[in-house]
C-alpha cells in the first residue's frame, strides 16, 4: 500500500500563509489521485480539494475557492497544499490523502500521518 | 452538494454487541459510499468502499449495506479494538463529503 508522508507541525499568525507537503511512495506519481482533509479540534473531516497531476487539474471545495492551491512537484515528488489568509477557524490537522479507484473523487484508501497546523497571534 | 447525515452522533455499547450506524445522503449517491474507522490522535482507516466491500485486512465483523439514499455500517460484534468514531463519506458528486460521525464508546 502506498504510504504518504506528511511535513511537521506548523505555527502562524493571522493573515499569514502556509504550506503543509505530502510525499508517497509507491505508486505511479503522476496518476495518483491526492486530497487533502482536514479535521478541527474536536471535529468531523472536510474535504478541502483535490489534483491529478496527469490531468495537471486541482478542484477545489466552494469554501475555500481563492485560499488554496493544490499542487504536484513532479521533481521531488512531492504533492503540496499552500493555504493563505490563514484565521484561527483553519487550526485543524490537515490529511494528505490518496483516492483509491485512482480517481479525484473517490473513497481514500491511504491517509498521511497528518500535519496540525495552529493559528495564533 | 450532498449532504451527508449519520446516526446516531453516540453509540453506548458492550463488547459482544451488534451495533448498527446509520448514514443517510440528501439525494441518491448510488452505492458510491465508503466507512472509515478513526481513534484518538490518528488518521482514518477506510474499513468498507462501494458501500460493501470490504477493505483488505479488515476484520469480517464489519459489514456495509444499502444504495441510494441510506446505508448502514454493522459491526456484528463489538469487540474491544472497535472502540472508536467512525465516519461515512459519499464520492458520487463532484465534492466528496463526510459524515459528522459517530462515536462508540463502552456502555
Known amino acids: 500500500q502506498v504510504q504518504l508522508v506528511q511535513s511537521g507541525p506548523e505555527v502562524k499568525k493571522p493573515g499569514s500563509s502556509v504550506q503543509v507537503s505530502c510525499k508517497p511512495s509507491?505508486?505511479?506519481?503522476?496518476?495518483?489521485?491526492i486530497s487533502w482533509v482536514r479535521q478541527a479540534p474536536g471535529q468531523g473531516l472536510e474535504w478541502i480539494g483535490g489534483?491529478?497531476?496527469?490531468?495537471?487539474?486541482?478542484d477545489y471545495v466552494q469554501n475555500f475557492q481563492g485560499r488554496v492551491i493544490i499542487s504536484a512537484d513532479e521533481s521531488t515528488a512531492t504533492f503540496l497544499l499552500t493555504l493563505s489568509s490563514l484565521r484561527s477557524e483553519d487550526t485543524a490537522v490537515y490529511y494528505c490523502?490518496?483516492?483509491?479507484?485512482?480517481?479525484?473523487?473517490?473513497?481514500?484508501?491511504?491517509w498521511g500521518q497528518g500535519t496540525l497546523v495552529t493559528v495564533s497571534s | 452538494d450532498i449532504q451527508m447525515t449519520q446516526s446516531p452522533s453516540i453509540l453506548s455499547a458492550s463488547v459482544g454487541d451488534r451495533v448498527t450506524i446509520t448514514c443517510r445522503a440528501s439525494k441518491s449517491i448510488s452505492d458510491w459510499l465508503a466507512w472509515y474507522q478513526q481513534k484518538p490522535g490518528k488518521a482514518p482507516n477506510l474499513l468498507i468502499f462501494k458501500a460493501s466491500v470490504l477493505e483488505r485486512g479488515v476484520p469480517s465483523r464489519f459489514s456495509g449495506s444499502g444504495f441510494g439514499t441510506e446505508f448502514t455500517l454493522t459491526i456484528s460484534s463489538l469487540q474491544p479494538d472497535d472502540f472508536a468514531t467512525y465516519y461515512c463519506?459519499?464520492?458520487?458528486?463532484?465534492?466528496?463529503?463526510f459524515g459528522q460521525g459517530t462515536k462508540v464508546d463502552l456502555k
Open positions: 509507491g505508486g505511479t506519481f503522476s496518476r495518483s489521485a
Open positions: 490523502v490518496r483516492g483509491g479507484g485512482g480517481k479525484r473523487v473517490d473513497f481514500f484508501d491511504s
Open positions: 489534483i491529478i497531476p496527469f490531468l495537471n487539474q486541482a
Open positions: 463519506q459519499q464520492y458520487d458528486d463532484f465534492f466528496p463529503a
